[in-house]
Structure formats: structure tokens, C-alpha cells
């Protein structure tokens, strides 16, 4: 059997009409390296050679004939093997029906406009126009690299930007996609790869999609391997290297320490890590006067690119010290066979061992801009807020996922007459907010391990839900490490004043980050309609890329709310829904004056924070 360099010669050593034969014995694996070697512009068959009478019992001697044509057509391989007479092994028989169904297959699923992957001889034979020529708007995913010539295999996706995307910064580019990040909508769809294309100012972008087989080489192996394979894809005369960049997906960490890793059965692996960022917004450099500020962080790896929660470690934060913590991590093996498999990182992570000592979380500081965004909308029912505390009421909260529990000890902090529950459904999310952004609640601020789904429905047909016909039932975590019921009940019966939903979403592949999609299905946005009191509002952090996606869910609020506003974050994928139940409503002339009611109502006049209030409030617009 040629190996592949061989048959890299053939193919460019034979005239039209010329044939390349094989005399093989047709193992099942060695017609799959065959095989797609001549798909495009080749016609093949595999005949049997005639065994003697006395070698019935040895393997069959097969001969593969392939024929270059003048088209590159892809045509079915065709065999004039018959399996009722074959005369060999019973399991040579199956190898090769096998291999030539599975090829077939192929075939046919390629010609009929299904998902291809071409090979990079493909490509060079014009199976998709000429690549010494920019195309705008075409997409071709191949594989790149072949075992024995380069260290790996890779996933690509060719794309020639869009005319309207330029003017171009560079002619060719390459995009690494790290493994974690592959499978995310941004990355994985087509949708999402024309905007990394248009955001990188490429006349053509090379994206290639990295997995586990390349975890241990490093950025200059993999550019050094993917090198000679690019240029080979470059349009036009190019053979300058050194021209065309390397990019790469980043979340532009400077220094990085993880402090506690766990897995969770209902989220999978989460991680609490403390980060110093390369660069960081001006408010916050503004307000911690620090060369470097840290941010304790919470992530769930099911979307690695999204952090969950985000605080500032500030000296005048929680009484929790990174000494506690990492005492508690010690101390955590004895509770690993309740929560899951925990190991605490350093090998692999940049020192810091002294990254956040004596810091501890700011509760008095929303370090995520879309947290900022929620309070912002407030503004909303500002006079309805102002209507409670006037007269002694409270402003019944309801928010849908825990996280860190940033946003509800924030209200708790700053709206004084809010009554604040959480409903969390996964009871480890609830153990890392209490034991590393210590997250407490009192009297006016419960955590609920429940299902938020079924308590909104349960609210908006005034059905009574305590603890013991709920989910909530598994225990709620401590922040000692030990799982405590919670005597507090469910409060279902009782309109809400304000409902939000921050929840992400399992399914990255849906293009959907957040919320999960059962939270803008038309029938939960019914319940949550329901669920509200008259001058109730609702709120939602929608993050998602996909501009058909939006479009929906906003179809979907429509069709319930009579009055939605939004505030698209800048530099930012979230967006913040708000959507108001009565008819009678807020105008946009009125924001100004409403956003300093608010701000008198958290006691945020005089802080640097009120500023930001305002600033959210003018960029809330009506989603028409």
C-alpha cells in the first residue's frame, strides 16, 4: 500500500484518462486511507483476482483502480466483487464490504450538499473554485495535516469574508480555537465564525478548531506544524510566513490562581479561581487603587467562556481571608464522596501563592457590568419603589440562580426594605457561594435549593410550595460544609415586585448562553406574567450571538408583555431584558428623573456608584 506521499505523486504525475492500480489485499483500514486519497475527480473500482483452485483457502488479492479524470466530479466506487461467490476468509469479506460501504456513503452524502469536510488535495484540485483567488462569502471546512508528514490532524473552516466586512487589515489569518472553547456557538457554527471573521479584519481567516491530541504541544509547535498547510491556502502569490498572524481565542489573564475545583452532579465541573486581568475598566482602577486588582471568579465549564460571577477581592470586603479558604480546601476531602470528585490545581496554574492574601470579597461592588445593567432597569418601577418605602412595605424580590450570590447580597445591601429570595437547583452552587464569596443570608435574604421553573408557575396560579412537597427537599449546604434544611417556606402565593433570571444554559450548541431555554418558552413567560404584581417587573440576562435567536425570544416576550425595554452592554454579549406587566408605563423623557429616585433609594447619591446607575439607565431603550 503507497503511503501517502506516494499517492501524492501519482496524482500529480497522471496525464486524463491515465489509471493508478493497486494490487492489496483489502484490509478494512488500509481502503480507508485509500479510498478518500481519490474521491474528487477520480473513478475507481476494486475487482477480485482470480484465486487457483488450489488457494481457496489463502486471503483474496484485490486490484483498486483509479482513473484521473478531466472534472472533479465525485462518482461511487464501483466493485465487481460478488459476495455470495467470494472465496476468501469470511472476515476479509466483511472488512472490505464494510470499507466500501462506509466510502460510498460518503460519497453520496457529499453529493447531496450534506456537511463536507474536504481534504486539502481536494481543495487544490478546485472542488470549491480556485483558492488562489478570494470568493467572498465562501465556507469550506477541511482537515489539514496527515499522520507520517505532520506532528497532528486539525479541524478547519476556510472562510472569505463578506465584501461588506473589509477594509481588510491582513489578506490571510489563522484562528486558534483552543479544545474548551471548539464546541461553543461562536466557534462551532457558521453563523458565529462570520463574526470572529469579520471581527478580525481578514480578507480570508483560517479557523482552526483544536482538540485533546493537541493538549500537550505548545502555540509554536502547532504554528511551526500548521505553517507549510497554510501557505498552500493563502490566496494568490503569497509565500511570505512571516505575513500571515496567528490569532487566538484569549480571555486576556495576566496571572491566574485557582482556588478551589469541584464537581458538581446537576452542573458538572465548576471552578472559583482569583485573576489579575491584563487590562481592566477605569471605574474599577478608579475606585481600588491598586496597580493590580483581583477578581475572584465562578465558572461553570460547560460554558468555560462565561464567567458566572465575578467579585473584587478588596481589604475591606468579607471577614472570609484566603487563609480560611485555603484551610477550608484542605479540609475539604472528607466531604469529596457527597459533592464529587475535588482536587485543588498549582502545577499547571501561574504561581501566585500570595496572589489574593488578606483580600476578601467587596460585597459593595457589582465588578459584572451586567449586574450593574439589572439594577439600572430599577428605574423602571422607581416610583413603585418609592411607593413602598414611603409606606413602610417591602418590595417582594424574586431572583432565578444563585451563582456567587453577588446580586442578591448587593440588594440586600443597598435597598433596605427588599425582601430578597434565591431559588438555586443545585445545592453545590449554593455550598461555593457561602464558603468562597461568602454569601450569608438573614431575615430579609433566603436561598431556596429548588427548581425556579416550577416555583414560577406555582406563583402564578397562587399555589402554596414549602419545603416539604418541594425539591428543595435535598437540603440546603451550610456554609460549614454541612447540608441543613431551611425552615424558611417557599413564599409562591405572594406577587412578586421584582422576578429576575439568571440562569446559563447546558446546551452551548443551541447558541444560547443564557437563560436556559425553558426560561423563554411562551408558557413560563405566561407564569412569570402572572407571577407579578401589577406594577411588577421582570428581568432577564439574555446572552446570545445569534441575532436570529434574539430575534425569537423577543417575539416570544412580545407576544406576553405589553412594554419591553433593553440595555445591550458595550463591549459585551449581554443583554438585559426588562419587561413590564400594565399597560400604563414609564416614558423615555422621564429616565433622568427616575434614575435619581433610585439612586436616593439605595443610598447611592453620593457614590461613585449612582454615577453608574445613571449612565446604565441612559442607554435602556424600548425594544421595539
Given amino acids: 500500500m503507497p503511503k501517502c506521499p506516494e499517492t501524492d505523486q501519482v496524482k500529480r504525475l497522471l496525464k486524463v484518462g491515465g489509471r493508478f492500480i493497486c494490487l492489496t489485499l483489502a484490509e478494512s483500514h488500509v481502503l ?48 465487481t466483487v460478488n459476495r455470495s461467490s467470494f472465496g476468501g476468509p469470511k472476515n476479509q469479506v466483511h472488512g472490505l464490504f464494510q470499507a466500501l460501504e462506509d466510502e460510498n456513503k460518503i460519497r453520496a452524502d457529499y453529493s447531496s450538499g450534506s456537511d463536507i469536510t474536504y481534504a486539502l488535495e481536494d481543495l487544490k484540485i478546485g472542488v470549491e473554485g480556485n483558492l488562489a483567488e ?40 489563522v484562528f486558534l480555537v483552543p479544545k474548551t472553547r471548539a464546541h461553543e456557538w461562536l466557534f462551532s457554527s457558521e453563523e458565529g465564525q462570520w463574526a470572529v471573521v469579520e471581527s478580525s479584519k481578514a480578507a480570508r481567516l483560517i479557523m482552526i478548531l483544536l482538540d485533546s491530541s493537541h493538549s500537550d504541544a505548545s502555540m509554536d509547535e502547532i504554528q511551526k506544524d500548521l505553517s ?19 490569532m487566538a481565542a484569549s480571555d486576556g489573564i495576566k496571572q491566574r490562581k485557582i482556588v478551589q475545583e469541584i464537581t458538581s452532579p446537576l452542573t458538572g465541573p465548576i471552578i472559583v479561581d482569583d485573576v489579575i486581568y491584563e487590562k481592566v475598566d477605569e471605574n474599577i482602577s478608579r475606585l481600588f487603587a491598586s496597580e493590580d486588582v483581583i477578581f475572584r471568579r465562578l465558572t461553570f465549564q460547560r460554558t468555560e467562556s462565561l464567567v458566572q460571577s465575578e467579585a473584587v477581592l478588596s481589604k475591606e470586603g468579607s471577614p472570609k481571608s484566603l487563609a480560611d479558604i485555603n484551610q477550608k480546601i484542605g479540609q475539604s476531602s472528607s466531604k469529596s464522596k457527597k459533592k464529587g470528585n475535588q482536587k485543588k490545581y498549582g502545577s499547571n496554574v501561574s504561581s501566585s501563592d500570595g496572589l489574593s492574601n488578606d483580600l476578601k470579597v467587596d460585597h459593595s461592588y457589582l465588578a459584572s457590568s451586567y449586574h ?66 461568602d454569601f450569608r443570608d438573614d431575615e430579609r435574604l433566603k436561598v431556596h435549593v429548588t427548581d425556579g421553573l416550577k416555583y414560577v408557575k406555582d406563583a402564578a396560579h397562587g399555589v402554596t410550595n414549602g419545603y416539604e412537597n418541594d425539591v428543595s427537599e435535598a437540603k440546603v449546604p451550610s456554609s460549614n460544609g454541612n447540608s441543613t434544611p431551611s425552615n424558611a417556606p417557599l413564599k409562591s402565593t405572594e406577587k412578586i415586585d421584582m422576578l429576575i433570571v439568571d440562569v446559563d444554559s447546558s446546551d452551548l450548541s443551541s447558541g444560547l448562553s443564557c437563560p436556559a431555554a425553558d426560561f423563554v418558552e411562551e408558557s413560563f413567560l405566561m407564569a412569570a406574567k402572572d407571577s407579578l404584581s401589577d406594577q411588577g417587573l421582570f428581568v432577564i440576562n ?70 453608574n446607575i445613571t449612565e446604565g439607565t441612559s442607554k435602556i431603550k424600548r425594544l421595539r
Fill in 372 to 437: 450593574t445593567g439589572i439594577i439600572s432597569g430599577f428605574t423602571l418601577i422607581s416610583s413603585h419603589l418609592d411607593g413602598l418605602a414611603s409606606t413602610g412595605g417591602m418590595v417582594r424580590s424574586v431572583v432565578i440562580g444563585l451563582g456567587a450570590g453577588l446580586l442578591p447580597m448587593f440588594l440586600c445591601k443597598h435597598l433596605s426594605f427588599a425582601e430578597i429570595e434565591v431559588l438555586e437547583l443545585d445545592p453545590v452552587v449554593v455550598d461555593l457561594a457561602r464558603d468562597y464569596f
Fill in 32 to 79: 480507508g486511507l485509500l479510498f478518500p486519497k481519490f474521491r474528487y475527480g477520480w473513478k475507481m473500482g476494486i475487482h477480485p483476482i482470480a484465486l487457483k483452485p488450489s488457494d481457496r483457502s489463502s486471503l483474496q488479492t484485490f486490484m483498486v483502480v483509479a482513473e484521473k479524470e478531466n472534472s472533479p466530479a465525485l462518482c461511487q466506487i464501483l466493485s
Fill in 228 to 246: 507549510p498547510l497554510i501557505m498552500q491556502l493563502a490566496p494568490g502569490d503569497f509565500d511570505d510566513e512571516a505575513q500571515i498572524p496567528f
Fill in 542 to 611: 439574555l446572552v446570545s450571538r445569534s441575532q436570529a435567536i434574539k430575534d425569537s425570544i423577543y417575539s416570544k416576550l412580545k407576544s406576553v408583555f405589553p412594554h419591553l425595554f433593553h440595555l445591550q452592554l458595550d463591549e459585551d454579549v449581554n443583554e438585559v431584558i426588562f419587561a413590564l406587566k400594565t399597560e400604563t408605563c414609564i416614558t423615555e423623557d422621564k429616565f433622568h428623573e427616575a434614575s435619581q429616585r433610585l439612586t436616593r433609594l439605595l443610598n447611592l447619591e453620593n457614590s461613585s456608584w449612582g454615577q
Fill in 134 to 173: 478570494l470568493h467572498p462569502s465562501r465556507r469550506v471546512q477541511l482537515s489539514l495535516g496527515e499522520p507520517g508528514v505532520c506532528l497532528f490532524c486539525y479541524r478547519a473552516v476556510l472562510l472569505d469574508a463578506q465584501r461588506d466586512f473589509g477594509p481588510f487589515a491582513y489578506q490571510c489569518a
